[in-house]
């Protein structure tokens, strides 16, 4: 069977050339707000705990730098983000987020389609005439993105994606503070142990010489009882702290994305003071500037902003279904009784088509005022966000300071109780007091070593929680945020991640 075009050749051309207006339109305007960075009115003008200086600062310094002094640590960190499974979690998410802006921007290119058939009958009517038939045909369409709809969505897309790596980005720098503060929780632990049996050791040999003493008829049932007593609490204090040293080994087992087992760590070898450990720019605190300049450093405060960016995007790309749908739109046909001739001829078709709405209950301005809600929830919720990042930095920074502090006053204190506790017992050795001014010294001791080393682990604690507040392990270099481009595609690569 013989087909035609529907359209001459020389009509074809003047319609496409109808149209190249409306192509050049497409690129030009999008409806809808433009993005812009909200504002977070609620901004404290400095810290209250730390002066600023001018130095590098903890927040540009990487955290295998930090750590350097601890190999072990660096090396369970590197373990971790490459096991652990909530990164692994991350990363898919982000592919996820890549394929969405993918899809996104196959809206800016024409669809092209195909379709075959073949059957027997009268193509025409319900007669009882019956021939073959075959049929093959291609069509193309071409929505022209006049209004930025498209635009938009893309927008939106790349927003998702940049605030979705930023969420990585998130989940790795809290997973190296959680290994750091698990890691320095099982040191404490170590040594908590350590000191429970050094007591317990010590008190047991008090034991001995109290029941010496006692069968010498010089002794004390009461006294002997007492160190008993005392030398069995110090017995249950390792039995509990041991325990808590396999809870602490299984936490950190699995941050690291493996089964329950040991954790290698090194020996006691660090400085007592903490600050020794760290690199000179690590111990300067804070920089000078605003804490808004610094927490833009924050990846939950970047991904709260991209958050925001989505959004609004979403606002124009709803206005847009105001608006006619324009597309370009073409179809080449063949049809044939015989197989065999199938492509001997074939019809084209060329056109366009304006699908606009007149009705449809409002939908679309419904559509558009959730679009404008969601907007101003997703700046309420980088608003708190930032409030959020404003306090946990406050809060590790006086933590931070008050822990150094309370660390200096453990330390005089076991100094005097253990000088206090020489005297007495030589009190006692010399027959001039009883036993328990020997054993309450010797309790008071035990509770001031245990809490001396609890201020050491808040302290490394404090320090953590401040890296990870201020955002740790990032650049000077990657503090600007990602910008999207004109159409709503990636005109810079997603931030790294805080691994060297």
């Known amino acids: ?4 075009s529907y359209f001459p050749k020389k009509q074809a051309r003047m319609a496409a050339l109808a149209f190249l207006p409306s ?4 690129g030009g305007c999008a409806v809808g707000p433009d993005y812009a960075r909200p504002e977070v009115q609620e901004t404290p003008e400095n810290w209250r705990s730390a002066a600023p200086v001018d130095a590098p600062t903890i927040a540009n310094t990487a955290w295998w730098e930090i750590h350097k002094t601890e190999p072990e640590l660096v090396a369970l960190i590197h373990a971790g983000l490459e096991n652990n499974k909530e990164i692994k979690m991350a990363v898919e998410r982000l592919a996820q987020a890549r394929a969405s802006l993918g899809g996104a921007g196959a809206a800016y290119l024409p669809t092209v389609s195909y379709n ?10 319900f007669s009882a005439s019956y021939q073959n038939g075959f049929t093959a045909a291609g069509a193309i369409n071409w929505e022209l993105d006049l209004w930025g709809r498209i635009r938009r969505l893309n927008e939106s897309a790349a927003a998702s994606y940049f605030a979705t790596a930023e969420n990585k980005n998130a989940v790795v720098l809290a997973l190296v503070a959680d290994i750091a503060t698990g890691y320095f929780n099982l040191r404490t632990l170590d040594k908590q142990v350590a000191i429970s049996e050094q007591t317990a050791s010590t008190r047991e040999e008090a034991l001995k010489i109290a029941k010496a003493r006692l069968k010498e008829g010089i002794g004390n049932a009461i006294d002997a009882l007492q160190v008993e007593a005392d ?9 509990n702290f041991k325990e808590a040293v396999t809870l602490q080994e299984n936490a950190l087992c699995l941050l690291l994305g493996r089964a329950p087992g040991p954790i290698l760590r090194a020996k006691d070898t660090r400085p007592k003071d903490i600050w020794q450990s760290f690199p000179a720019s690590a111990r300067q605190v804070v920089p000078a500037g605003l804490p808004a300049d610094l927490l833009r450093n924050r990846p939950d405060l970047r991904a709260a902003e991209r958050n925001v960016c989505a959004a609004n995007a979403q606002i124009g790309a709803a206005i847009a279904n105001y608006f006619p749908k324009v597309s370009l739109t073409g179809t080449l046909g063949f049809f044939s009784p015989q197989l065999k001739g199938l492509f001997d001829h074939a019809g084209t078709q060329g056109g366009g088509s304006l699908l606009g709405p007149l009705f449809d209950g409002f939908a679309t301005y419904h559509t558009v005022k959730g679009a404008e809600a969601r907007t101003r929830e997703a700046v309420l919720a980088f608003q708190q966000t930032a409030l959020n990042a404003f306090r946990e930095t406050d809060n590790a920074l006086s933590t931070l300071h008050t822990s150094r502090e309370r660390l200096g006053l453990l330390q005089k204190q076991v100094a005097a109780l253990d000088e206090a506790l020489k005297k007495i017992r030589a009190s006692y050795d010399a027959g001039k007091i009883a036993l328990l001014p020997v054993l309450d010294a010797d309790r008071t001791l035990f509770s001031a070593k245990l809490a001396l ?4 682990n808040e302290e490394q604690a404090a320090f953590v929680n401040l890296y990870k507040s201020l955002g740790g392990g990032w650049r000077t270099a990657d503090l600007k945020l990602p910008v999207i481009n004109a159409n709503g595609g990636l005109s810079e690569p997603p931030p790294a991640t805080v691994t060297p």
Request: proline content about 3%; aromatic content about 4%; cysteine-free.
């Open 23 to 26: 192509l050049l339109l497409a």
């Open 1 to 4: 069977m013989n087909t035609r």
């Open 116 to 125: 075959g058939a073949a059957f027997r009958g009268d193509p025409r009517t």
């Open 231 to 239: 030398a069995l609490s110090a017995r249950t204090s390792v039995v």
């Open 453 to 456: 080393v609890s201020a050491q």
